[in-house]
């Protein structure tokens, strides 16, 4: 077995990124143009993103908070049953897909959607579905907390047979069930986090409860990490990287009614990679991290190689800009892996 001490990522790009709004956007944009190519940009804005205008406003702000790197903001509309053909049809080069929240489900999806009925979403995924606009969906039913995204399965298995041509993202997956039915439907594909990679309902509650490690969907069991995990390391086609980075201020984390999201947008990359070495995968870590998001989504990448060497890295214990702070994953600890 041969010792790998440093390694190249080509244009890599983070298909499930919170980057907020104001002093924040300013704060965590930067921590991820400065090594990801482009990445796909959540739209749970409060108000959310839904009209054009906001739209558009929306990637201009990120492109100057982003400003010193070369770096793509795909941009994504809040979905609402309520869009007609004619307007996505208007707005469908500006977006690279539309995300659907089932209301209340997490941060700021209040006014999602109110039935996952495939006959009250019907218009809508008929005009996605004609446009060629893809389908982001949060999958996620409000069961109890463990089982809600493998009662979820049901209305994935749903949408992808009443909408074949439909392109369908199921986020964030958390759950062997989500790997079995990736290879159920042609239609049906998926992000998975870097923290779900790595822990399990223990890391976040097994001790000392752990608040910068709470996040929707809430991490599973030990057989779901792995689930997910060897799906990843084999560069499955059907499976992208997607941060689900949701920076949060530290007092929102540290406190009674801790939000939800996991901030790892400084340290992916780094750890990507250690833990892609750890099981001798690196050979598909480009396929899982940038070639299978090109080719999914059609995207032609800004040039970007980032170098990793096997050097210690210090996590920093905050990162800081004016009045808006967050608390990164792996906080004040040192990871094995730095950018060159
Ligand atoms: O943990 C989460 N945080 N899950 C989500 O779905 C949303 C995100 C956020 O926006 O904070
Ligand atoms: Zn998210």
Excluded at 83 to 104: E, N, Q, R
């Amino acid at each position: 077995m041969s010792i790998v001490n440093t390694f190249e990522i080509n244009e890599p790009l983070d298909m499930h990124l919170h980057l907020r709004d104001g002093d924040m956007l300013k704060l965590v944009g930067p921590l991820t143009s400065n090594t990801f190519s482009g990445a796909l940009i959540m739209p749970n804005l409060v108000p959310p993103v839904t009209t054009k205008e906001a739209l558009l406003d929306y990637k201009q702000r990120i492109k100057e908070a982003c400003s010193g790197d070369d770096f793509e903001p795909y941009v994504t509309l809040f979905f609402q049953t309520t869009y007609s053909y004619d307007f996505l049809k208007d707005v469908k080069d500006d977006i690279i897909g539309i995300k659907l929240y089932p209301a209340g489900i997490t941060t700021n999806s209040q006014t999602g959607v109110s039935s996952m009925d495939v006959e009250v979403l019907r218009p809508t995924l008929e005009a996605m579905s004609k446009l060629g606009i893809p389908l982001c969906i949060h999958g996620e039913t409000n069961g109890f907390v463990m089982d809600r995204e493998k009662e979820f399965m049901p209305i994935y298995e749903s949408i992808a047979s009443a909408f074949p041509d439909l392109k369908i993202i199921m986020e964030h997956i958390t759950t062997k069930d989500a790997i079995d039915l990736l290879d159920k439907y042609d239609n049906l594909y998926a992000t998975v986090t870097l923290h779900h990679l790595l822990i399990t309902l223990d890391d976040v509650a097994g001790g000392a409860l752990q608040p910068h490690l709470f996040c929707k969907p809430i991490a599973k069991r030990p057989e779901d990490r792995t689930a997910l995990l060897n799906t990843a390391l084999k560069g499955h086609p059907k499976l992208m990287f997607g941060s689900d980075s949701a920076p949060h201020p530290k007092h929102k984390k540290e406190c009674c009614g801790c939000a939800a999201g996991v901030f790892t947008s400084p340290i992916a990359l780094q750890v990507l990679t250690e833990l892609f070495d750890k099981y001798q995968s690196l050979d598909n870590l480009n396929a899982f991290v940038s070639l299978n998001a090109q080719k999914f989504y059609g995207l032609k990448p800004v040039k970007k190689t980032i170098k990793l060497v096997k050097k210690d890295f210090e996590v920093p214990s905050i990162y800081e800009y004016k009045d808006e702070n967050v608390v990164p994953m792996y906080a004040g600890e040192t990871i094995a892996w730095s950018i060159a």
